[in-house]
């Protein structure tokens, strides 16, 4: 399918927000990362001046792989638009523990607060051990998109209407004004994650955006044709980010050294529980084709399959490789790094400007 509506904006990058501790990854290799919020603001910051468009904040309630901390990711979001300017936060949002009015109510206060510059990401859960351990009920896989649809269409109605009623299945409202609304209109960008066809159903719906979990190019642009068909017949429109794991360094066989350090030092244990968990997410849907149902071990050790998008190597090919991934539809590159203030840095510096480079000549060429 073509994307000749997108083809002439540049691409978007985005990076994980460590505010889990332990970085990004389960191996006992150094990972020069820290998570607290010092750290963070320092981050944000040197990835706005950087280039970067979007920071992405996690939403953990218990330890899973690891990740023995984890702050809680709205309030996050606030203290890093308040350090920057620019930068756009997302904040992961979970149904079940949050409800959408309340939500609605705290990314309107925040959007005020902060110039408009706040997002939000539903996501839909994997980890039956965190919602037991909160005595939450633990829906089944495609139960879980179903409430977050409505959560969606929810947050939507809220944010856009007066008087606004819904009679869903999991939420019902009556007459409900929200003021002030936020201050982005028609509402602050909507992201979702997940990769099963009910997240892929979901997202051609309701969702500004898409994101999936590293992949190949093909199993990457599968994805985007499938989103967009489903999306055109809805008369809706969706973007698409993806995650991938980054490790660029001056040359090939440096890059490819850290990957295999990474994967040598392994939290064998912490990667097979991590299995064990999600085998609850994406292989627990129908079709088993959500994240992870095809995971190896080396995959899991970033724990959302970011080496698959195999942008590791020098700045050249990781820049060629971005825009291969433009040229299949993808809006939005979510990046992680093993030591995240220096790489982002250096990301900025050597990687987004041969990007940028990549994309001016590839509109030269379709004007010629
Ligand atoms: C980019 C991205 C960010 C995510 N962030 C979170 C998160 O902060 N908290 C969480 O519990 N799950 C998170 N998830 C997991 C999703 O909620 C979902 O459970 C998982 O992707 C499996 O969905 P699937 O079966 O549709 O593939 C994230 C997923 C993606 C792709």
């Known amino acids: 399918m073509s994307q000749s509506h997108h083809s002439n904006n540049p691409i978007k990058f985005a990076y994980w927000v460590p505010n889990v501790s332990g970085g990004l990854l389960v191996s006992k290799i150094e990972q020069r990362t820290g998570w607290d919020i010092d750290y963070n603001r320092k981050l944000a910051q040197i990835a706005e001046r950087s280039g970067f468009d979007y920071a992405l904040t996690q939403i953990r309630f218990t330890a899973g792989y690891g990740a023995e901390y984890q702050h809680e990711s709205v309030s996050f979001t606030h203290a890093l638009l308040a350090a920057t300017q620019k930068l756009r936060v997302i904040a992961a949002i979970l149904p079940g523990p949050w409800h959408p009015a309340v939500a609605a109510k705290q990314i309107a206060t925040i959007d005020h607060l902060t110039a408009g510059r706040i997002a939000v990401n539903i996501v839909s859960g994997w980890f039956k051990t965190e919602f037991t351990a909160i005595g939450e009920p633990?829906?089944?896989?495609?139960?879980?998109?179903?409430?977050?649809?409505?959560?969606?269409?929810?947050?939507?109605?809220?944010?856009?209407?007066?008087?606004?009623?819904?009679?869903?299945?999991?939420?019902?409202?009556?007459?409900?004004?929200?003021?002030?609304?936020?201050?982005?209109?028609?509402?602050?960008?909507?992201?979702?994650?997940?990769?099963?066809?009910?997240?892929?159903?979901?997202?051609?719906?309701?969702?500004?955006?898409?994101?999936?979990?590293?992949?190949?190019?093909?199993?990457?642009?599968?994805?985007?044709?499938?989103?967009?068909?489903?999306?055109?017949?809805?008369?809706?429109?969706?973007?698409?980010?993806?995650?991938?794991?980054?490790?660029?360094?001056?040359?090939?066989?440096?890059?490819?050294?850290?990957?295999?350090?990474?994967?040598?030092?392994?939290?064998?244990?912490?990667?097979?529980?991590?299995?064990?968990?999600?085998?609850?997410?994406?292989?627990?849907?129908?079709?088993?084709?959500?994240?992870?149902?095809?995971?190896?071990?080396?995959?899991?050790?970033?724990?959302?399959?970011?080496?698959?998008?195999?942008?590791?190597?020098?700045?050249?090919?990781?820049?060629?490789?971005?825009?291969?991934?433009?040229?299949?539809?993808?809006?939005?590159?979510?990046?992680?790094?093993?030591?995240?203030?220096?790489?982002?840095?250096?990301?900025?510096?050597?990687v987004l400007p041969l990007v940028r480079e990549l994309e001016a000549r590839q509109v030269d060429k379709v004007a010629a």
């Open 138 to 350: 633990w829906l089944e896989h495609d139960e879980r998109y179903r409430r977050s649809e409505e959560f969606i269409r929810a947050l939507k109605g809220i944010w856009t209407q007066d008087d606004f009623s819904f009679f869903g299945d999991f939420y019902r409202f009556h007459h409900f004004t929200l003021k002030p609304k936020p201050l982005q209109q028609p509402h602050p960008e909507i992201f979702q994650g997940g990769s099963s066809r009910a997240a892929r159903d979901m997202a051609a719906r309701v969702s500004d955006w898409y994101f999936t979990n590293g992949n190949t190019l093909e199993g990457i642009k599968a994805q985007v044709d499938d989103i967009r068909a489903k999306a055109a017949k809805e008369g809706h429109a969706v973007k698409i980010g993806v995650n991938a794991f980054v490790i660029a360094r001056d040359t090939e066989a440096e890059a490819r050294a850290v990957l295999n350090e990474i994967i040598e030092k392994a939290d064998t244990e912490a990667v097979n529980a991590f299995g064990h968990e999600v085998k609850q997410a994406g292989k627990a849907s129908p079709e088993g084709e959500g994240n992870w149902a095809k995971s190896t071990f080396e995959d899991l050790v970033q724990y959302n399959d970011g080496f698959k998008t195999n942008l590791i190597g020098t700045p050249e090919q990781i820049a060629e490789r971005i825009v291969a991934l433009k040229a299949v539809g993808v809006d939005l590159i979510l990046t992680g790094f093993l030591h995240f203030q220096e790489e982002v840095d250096y990301f900025g510096q050597r």
